[in-house]
């Protein structure tokens, strides 16, 4: 049996209220992890960045979950550290893999909170992670499976983190290499609008990217976006992170039956938004990701038409086929369509790579993510995150 954690609030509290649930280190911040040592006096102020440095090391680059394994620290401190906070990874709720090598973590990261993860091999420069920034969506785009279940909540930066870490496990990628990786590549593209929890997926990724840790270039972070348009500015701002926004129409009157977002930020916003994101070039292009509903948003007018609403934009365009999921109003465009549809966007100067559909068996390929969390009353769930953790088994 795993051990069931909160990673949300249990570093915040103070010695002597840590009964139930010890803080756990391996989610923090490097300014975090600093003051958490100083907080539970397990460190001296003027040692912290240094301690802070060294733990740094085993839990993100060495990926270790036991202090026992920090052999460069002495025995007394690795005694009080592990009397004062855990590393332990979340509850692996579920595991699949597809016929086609895509895995599916569920993973429960506090009672009530569950979210999936996906790793799709071969995809990026070796493999990507998809990741979940929320439990549920507040949006309801009318093709995604994740739009039908309500928002649980936002995931913290912990909870990001602790998806890469339980892939990194299971792919037995520690201590974390330099080449070679199978993980080489992230893609905020699991459940939720991860433009409405920018200060966790911020915080995330400063821990992934950072280079004496799971060392992931921000050039191979991808965010995804509905069209938040707000937030895109912060976005490049704050991570250096790629950009890919979920386009999936050309005019507003069909993005705003797929996309309700559109209704509150319209094309001609996005794209004035899009043009003015932080670092975009030729080197650094913006990905439009367009899934082809049949009959819907899939006819050669509407790709020329595509062409032209790029025009002068450094991108390229992900072609989505879509994915079916219990009860989902569309079907999938014939290939042929997508293909005629991809060959004109290829003339007008595109680069429309058509996504092969991964993981559909064990409904993990794009839009099929849903975790079963319903959302509970927030004192229901304060009462159930009080309980004492189960015991290590
Ligand atoms: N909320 C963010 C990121 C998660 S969705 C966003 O909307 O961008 C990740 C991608 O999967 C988006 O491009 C989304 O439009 C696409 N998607 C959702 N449902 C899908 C489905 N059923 N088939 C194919 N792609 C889908
Ligand atoms: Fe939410 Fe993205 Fe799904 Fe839309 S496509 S409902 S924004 S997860």
């Given at each position: 049996m795993g051990v069931t954690l909160d990673l949300s609030h249990a570093a915040n509290l103070p010695r002597a209220t840590r009964t139930a649930a010890k803080p756990n280190l391996s989610g923090l911040t490097r300014a975090e992890l600093a003051t958490a040592l100083v907080a539970a006096q397990v460190v001296r102020p003027e040692k912290a960045k240094?301690?802070?440095?060294?733990?740094?090391?085993?839990?993100?680059?060495?990926?270790?979950?036991?202090?026992?394994?920090?052999?460069?620290?002495?025995?007394?401190?690795?005694?009080?550290?592990?009397?004062?906070?855990?590393?332990?990874?979340?509850?692996?709720?579920?595991?699949?893999?597809?016929?086609?090598?895509?895995?599916?973590w569920l993973i429960r990261t506090a009672p009530g909170i569950e979210v999936e993860a996906v790793y799709i091999p071969d995809v990026g420069r070796a493999g990507a992670l998809c990741v979940s920034s929320q439990v549920g969506c507040t949006l309801n785009c009318t093709f995604c499976h994740t739009g039908t279940q309500?928002?649980?909540?936002?995931?913290?930066?912990?909870?990001?983190?602790?998806?890469?870490?339980?892939?990194?496990?299971?792919?037995?990628?520690?201590?974390?290499?330099?080449?070679?990786?199978?993980?080489?590549?992230?893609?905020?593209?699991?459940?939720?609008?991860?433009?409405?929890?920018?200060?966790?997926?911020?915080?995330?990724?400063?821990?992934?990217?950072?280079?004496e840790g799971i060392a992931i270039s921000r050039r191979r972070i991808t965010v995804s976006t509905s069209g938040v348009v707000p937030e895109l500015q912060p976005l490049g701002e704050r991570t250096q992170a790629m950009l890919a926004i979920s386009l999936h129409a050309t005019n507003d009157p069909l993005r705003e039956q797929l996309v309700p977002l559109n209704k509150k930020y319209p094309l001609a916003e996005l794209m004035a938004g899009v043009r003015a994101y932080p670092g975009l070039s030729n080197a650094k292009r913006v990905t439009f990701e367009y899934v082809m509903l049949k009959g819907v948003n899939d006819s050669p007018a509407e790709a020329k038409a595509l062409v032209q609403l790029l025009k002068g934009i450094p991108a390229k365009i992900n072609l989505i086929p879509f994915n079916p999921w219990p009860g989902s109003p569309y079907e999938c465009s014939d290939w042929g369509t997508i293909e005629a549809f991809a060959a004109i966007l290829n003339r007008g100067g595109y680069a429309s790579p058509i996504r092969t559909p991964r993981g559909r068996d064990i409904l993990a390929a794009c839009g099929q993510l849903k975790s079963e969390s319903e959302k509970v009353r927030a004192s229901v769930r304060r009462k159930a995150e009080r309980a004492p953790a189960a015991p290590e088994a």
């Open positions: 240094m301690r802070a440095t060294q733990l740094w090391r085993w839990i993100h680059h060495y990926g270790v979950t036991d202090f026992a394994q920090m052999t460069d620290v002495a025995k007394e401190m690795r005694a009080s550290l592990a009397e004062a906070f855990t590393l332990a990874r979340p509850e692996i709720v579920e595991r699949q893999v597809s016929k086609d090598g895509t895995r599916k309500a928002l649980v909540r936002n995931l913290t930066a912990a909870e990001i983190v602790a998806q890469v870490q339980v892939a990194r496990d299971d792919l037995g990628e520690w201590p974390s290499p330099k080449e070679d990786r199978r993980l080489s590549n992230i893609v905020f593209m699991g459940m939720g609008e991860p433009l409405y929890n920018l200060d966790s997926v911020a915080g995330a990724i400063d821990i992934i990217a950072d280079n």
